[in-house]
C-alpha cells in the first residue's frame, strides 16, 4: 500500500544530537496517577515533532506542561500559531486518513457547497458527484439543491452533523424566482468505500475554429501507487491527439492534496523545454533548525520541486484555470508554479490564499496522525505569502445555484475561457439574479482543514544518516 505517511526517522535522530535526548514517559510517573500513560506517549509525541518540524516553532508556548494535558487534540491546537496557521491539524482517525489520501474514502461521493438562508435556515448544493459513486448511482447531480436531510431542516447548528451521517435521505428543492420551493423528490444515500478519481471530467470542446481541452480535476490525490496519474496521461495524450489549441483546467472546487499529484498535472501543461529542463516549479523554506539541516546535508529534494519529463505533455504556451474562493493549496501551487514560465490565465473567483505545505505524520500506533505545517513554497521568481488568494484575471461569479453541467457553454466561466481563446462571445447565462439575490456561503471547519498540501516526507530510507546519528 502507498507510504504517505513518514516516520521521519533519520532526521529525527540527527536533529535529536543536537538539541538533546527527549525524557522517556514511564507508567509510574506522578503525573500518570491522574493522566493515561497513553495520553502522556500522544503528548510526547506531539511535542517533539512539533519543535522539529513545526514551521513557526519559535512561537510555540514555551509555559504548557504536555505531562498536564489530558486531552492531546486540545494540546495540540494549543502549540499552533494561530496569527498565522489556519492549517494544522490532528486526527486520531488515521485509517480515515490514509483511505482519503490513497483516493478509496468511505463517502456518499458528492461535494457539498453550504448556504445560509435567512438568519438560520441552511441549504446544500451540490458542486458535482464522483462517476461511480453512492449519490452518482442515487442521481444526485451538480446543481442539485438539498433543503433537508431526513426530512429535518438545516440551520447552522445541525447541518454539518446532518451531513455527515453514513446513511441518509435528502430532500430535494428548486429555486423558483427568489424563493426556494420542496420538489417533491427525496433521494436515499448510503456511504460506502468509493475510488475518488479527481479526474472527474474532460472533454474537447470545437468552437470558433479551435479545439480547447477541457478538464475538470477536484483533487490532488495520485491515488493508492499512484493509480490516477496514468488517467492524467491518457487525457492529455488525448487531448494532443486531437490538436487542441488551448486548455481549460476548472479547479473550481478543488481544496488541494498532494504535492506529487501537483507536479505531474504541472509537467503536463508547462513548455515542453521547461518540463524536459527539470526547471524549478516551487522552493520550500521551513523552521531555521530543519532548513539549516537540509541545506548542510543536501537533501535538495526537501529544497526544490522540479518539473518532470513525460511523454503526455502537451508543449503549451497558455492555459486557463477556472478558480474559486475554493481553489486552494495545490491548486494555487500549480497556478504560481506555472506562471514564470507560461501565460496563466485565471477566470472565476480569487483562490483560497495557502502558501503552505504540511508533512503528514503518524504516531508508532498508526492511531493518530498530525499534519503540522512545516513550510512555505514560493515559485521560481520568489512570489509568495499570497494570504488573501490569486486574484482573478477576469472575475465572474460562480453561481451554483444556476449550475449547468460540466462542459456546457453556457457555463459563464467556461464561456469566458472560450471566448478569450477564441476571440469569439460564447453563450454564457445571465448573472442577473445572482446579483438580486445571493446566498452567503459557510464554509465549515472540518472542510477548512482539507485545503492543504501534502509534501512528501523525510523519509528513514538512510543508512547513511541512521549510522552516523547512532
Same mark, same amino acid.
Given at each position: 500500500?502507498?507510504?504517505?505517511? !513518514?516516520?521521519?526517522?533519520? #532526521?529525527?535522530?540527527?536533529?535529536?544530537?543536537?538539541?538533546?535526548?527527549?525524557?522517556?514517559?514511564?507508567?509510574?510517573?506522578?503525573?500518570?496517577?491522574?493522566?493515561?500513560?497513553?495520553?502522556?506517549?500522544?503528548?510526547?509525541?506531539?511535542?517533539?515533532?512539533?519543535?522539529?518540524?513545526? =514551521?513557526?516553532?519559535?512561537?510555540?508556548?514555551?509555559?504548557?506542561?504536555?505531562?498536564? %494535558?489530558?486531552?492531546?487534540?486540545?494540546? =495540540?491546537?494549543?502549540?499552533?500559531?494561530?496569527?498565522?496557521?489556519?492549517?494544522?491539524?490532528?486526527?486520531?482517525?488515521?485509517?480515515?486518513?490514509?483511505?482519503?489520501?490513497?483516493? %478509496?474514502?468511505?463517502?456518499?461521493?458528492?461535494?457539498?457547497?453550504?448556504?445560509?438562508?435567512?438568519?438560520?435556515?441552511?441549504?446544500?448544493?451540490?458542486?458535482?458527484?464522483?462517476?461511480?459513486?453512492?449519490?452518482?448511482?442515487?442521481?444526485?447531480?451538480?446543481?442539485?439543491?438539498?433543503?433537508?436531510?431526513?426530512?429535518?431542516?438545516?440551520?447552522?447548528?445541525?447541518?454539518?452533523?446532518?451531513?455527515?451521517?453514513?446513511?441518509?435521505?435528502?430532500?430535494?428543492?428548486?429555486?423558483?424566482?427568489?424563493?426556494?420551493?420542496?420538489?417533491?423528490?427525496?433521494?436515499?444515500?448510503?456511504?460506502?468505500?468509493?475510488?475518488?478519481?479527481?479526474?472527474?471530467?474532460?472533454?474537447?470542446?470545437?468552437?470558433?475554429?479551435?479545439?480547447?481541452?477541457?478538464?475538470? !480535476?477536484?483533487? =490532488?490525490?495520485?491515488?493508492?501507487?499512484?493509480?490516477?496519474?496514468?488517467?492524467?496521461?491518457?487525457?492529455?495524450?488525448?487531448?494532443?491527439?486531437?490538436?487542441?489549441?488551448? #486548455?481549460?483546467?476548472?479547479?473550481?472546487?478543488?481544496? &488541494?492534496?498532494?504535492?506529487?499529484?501537483?507536479?505531474?498535472?504541472?509537467?503536463?501543461?508547462?513548455?515542453?523545454?521547461?518540463?524536459?529542463?527539470?526547471?524549478?516549479?516551487?522552493?520550500?523554506?521551513?523552521?531555521?533548525?530543519?532548513?539549516?539541516?537540509?541545506?548542510?546535508?543536501?537533501?535538495?529534494?526537501?529544497?526544490?520541486?522540479?518539473?518532470?519529463?513525460?511523454?503526455?505533455?502537451?508543449?503549451?504556451?497558455?492555459?486557463?484555470?477556472?478558480?474559486?474562493?475554493?481553489?486552494?493549496?495545490?491548486?494555487?501551487?500549480?497556478?504560481?508554479?506555472?506562471?514564470?514560465?507560461?501565460?496563466?490565465?485565471?477566470?472565476?473567483?480569487?483562490?483560497?490564499?495557502?502558501?503552505? &505545505?504540511?508533512?503528514?505524520?503518524?504516531?508508532?500506533?498508526? %492511531?493518530?496522525?498530525?499534519?503540522?505545517?512545516?513550510?512555505?513554497?514560493?515559485?521560481?521568481?520568489?512570489?509568495?505569502?499570497?494570504?488573501?488568494?490569486?486574484?482573478? +484575471?477576469?472575475?465572474?461569479?460562480?453561481?451554483?445555484?444556476?449550475?449547468?453541467?460540466?462542459?456546457?457553454?453556457? +457555463?459563464?466561466?467556461?464561456?469566458?475561457?472560450?471566448?478569450?481563446?477564441?476571440?469569439?462571445?460564447?453563450?454564457?447565462?445571465? #448573472?442577473?439574479?445572482?446579483?438580486?439575490?445571493?446566498?452567503?456561503?459557510?464554509?465549515?471547519?472540518?472542510?477548512?482543514?482539507?485545503?492543504?498540501?501534502?509534501?512528501?516526507?523525510?523519509?528513514?530510507?538512510?543508512?547513511?544518516?541512521?549510522?552516523?546519528?547512532?
Amino acid at each position: 500500500m502507498k507510504k504517505y505517511l !513518514y516516520h521521519l526517522l533519520a #532526521l529525527t535522530l540527527m536533529l535529536t544530537l543536537v538539541w538533546g535526548c527527549q525524557k522517556d514517559i514511564e507508567p509510574d510517573d506522578e503525573d500518570d496517577l491522574t493522566i493515561p500513560h497513553r495520553t502522556l506517549v500522544v503528548n510526547d509525541w506531539i511535542k517533539d515533532n512539533m519543535n522539529l518540524y513545526y =514551521f513557526w516553532n519559535d512561537k510555540i508556548p514555551t509555559d504548557i506542561d504536555f505531562t498536564k %494535558e489530558p486531552d492531546s487534540e486540545a494540546y =495540540f491546537y494549543k502549540l499552533v500559531y494561530k496569527e498565522k496557521d489556519k492549517w494544522s491539524r490532528i486526527t486520531r482517525d488515521y485509517a480515515a486518513l490514509k483511505a482519503e489520501l490513497d483516493g %478509496e474514502p468511505v463517502t456518499m461521493g458528492y461535494r457539498p457547497s453550504f448556504y445560509l438562508v435567512g438568519d438560520n435556515k441552511v441549504v446544500i448544493v451540490v458542486g458535482y458527484v464522483y462517476p461511480g459513486s453512492p449519490a452518482a448511482e442515487a442521481g444526485l447531480k451538480r446543481g442539485d439543491i438539498i433543503l433537508s436531510i431526513n426530512n429535518t431542516n438545516l440551520d447552522k447548528l445541525n447541518y454539518y452533523d446532518l451531513y455527515s451521517q453514513t446513511g441518509y435521505s435528502v430532500q430535494l428543492g428548486r429555486l423558483e424566482g427568489n424563493t426556494l420551493v420542496n420538489t417533491g423528490t427525496s433521494v436515499s444515500l448510503t456511504a460506502r468505500v468509493t475510488i475518488t478519481n479527481p479526474a472527474i471530467y474532460h472533454t474537447i470542446i470545437e468552437t470558433g475554429g479551435k479545439k480547447a481541452g477541457y478538464l475538470v !480535476y477536484v483533487e =490532488f490525490i495520485a491515488g493508492e501507487s499512484n493509480a490516477f496519474l496514468p488517467d492524467l496521461d491518457n487525457i492529455f495524450n488525448e487531448f494532443k491527439t486531437a490538436g487542441i489549441t488551448d #486548455l481549460i483546467v476548472d479547479l473550481r472546487y478543488n481544496p &488541494g492534496g498532494e504535492v506529487s499529484a501537483a507536479v505531474h498535472l504541472a509537467s503536463l501543461i508547462a513548455p515542453r523545454e521547461v518540463a524536459d529542463n527539470k526547471e524549478i516549479l516551487i522552493s520550500l523554506r521551513y523552521n531555521k533548525g530543519l532548513e539549516d539541516f537540509l541545506r548542510t546535508n543536501n537533501y535538495t529534494n526537501q529544497l526544490y520541486y522540479r518539473f518532470k519529463s513525460t511523454t503526455a505533455n502537451l508543449d503549451m504556451d497558455r492555459v486557463y484555470f477556472l478558480t474559486t474562493s475554493g481553489s486552494a493549496s495545490a491548486s494555487e501551487l500549480v497556478i504560481t508554479g506555472l506562471d514564470p514560465w507560461m501565460d496563466v490565465v485565471k477566470i472565476g473567483e480569487s483562490t483560497y490564499g495557502k502558501y503552505a &505545505g504540511a508533512w503528514v505524520l503518524p504516531d508508532d500506533n498508526e %492511531e493518530w496522525a498530525m499534519i503540522p505545517i512545516v513550510s512555505k513554497f514560493s515559485n521560481a521568481d520568489g512570489y509568495t505569502d499570497f494570504a488573501d488568494g490569486l486574484p482573478p +484575471d477576469y472575475e465572474i461569479d460562480d453561481d451554483l445555484f444556476a449550475a449547468v453541467p460540466f462542459g456546457d457553454t453556457s +457555463d459563464p466561466l467556461l464561456a469566458k475561457a472560450l471566448e478569450l481563446a477564441t476571440g469569439k462571445s460564447g453563450s454564457a447565462k445571465s #448573472l442577473t439574479r445572482t446579483k438580486m439575490f445571493n446566498f452567503p456561503i459557510i464554509v465549515p471547519d472540518e472542510m477548512k482543514l482539507k485545503n492543504n498540501l501534502y509534501l512528501e516526507g523525510f523519509a528513514s530510507e538512510s543508512e547513511t544518516v541512521r549510522n552516523h546519528a547512532h
